[in-house]
Nanobody, 113 residues
Framework: QVQLVESGGGLVQPGGSLRLSCVAS????????MSWYRQAPGKERELVAR????????NYADSVKGRFTISRDNRKNTLYLQMSSLKPEDTAVYYC??????WGQGTQVTVSS
């Protein structure tokens, strides 16, 4: 079955950086678009970034453009999210989303001094 396992979250100061990873299994990773979402306390889950499967074309939420970079390594079945210039409002649980409505368990990112 589809399995997505995120890692890389943590506590970081404003202006800092983190790289999230999502290791996928149970499906042909290279055949599917992949996405990162996040959910802050009391808010709805929102799309952060998406990447296509072949060309690697990307799109981002306006709130993270220029600060976050989504990428993938189809040889390693891994999705990444490089986050820079982090702000307190980036604090959320970050989720990897795959095919057939599959979600990872999430990884907590907290931006605070």
């Amino acid at each position: 079955q589809v399995q997505l396992v995120e890692s890389g979250g943590g506590l970081v100061q404003p202006g800092g950086s983190l790289r999230l990873s999502c290791v996928a299994s149970g499906f042909t990773f290279s055949s599917y678009y992949m996405s990162w979402y996040r959910q802050a306390p009391g808010k709805e889950r929102e799309l952060v970034a998406r990447i296509t499967n072949v060309s690697g074309a990307t799109n981002y939420a306006d709130s993270v453009k220029g600060r976050f970079t989504i990428s993938r390594d189809n040889r390693k079945n891994t999705l990444y999210l490089q986050m820079s210039s982090l702000k307190p409002e980036d604090t959320a649980v970050y989720y990897c989303k795959g095919p057939q409505g599959s979600w990872g368990q999430g990884t907590q990112v907290t931006v605070s001094s």
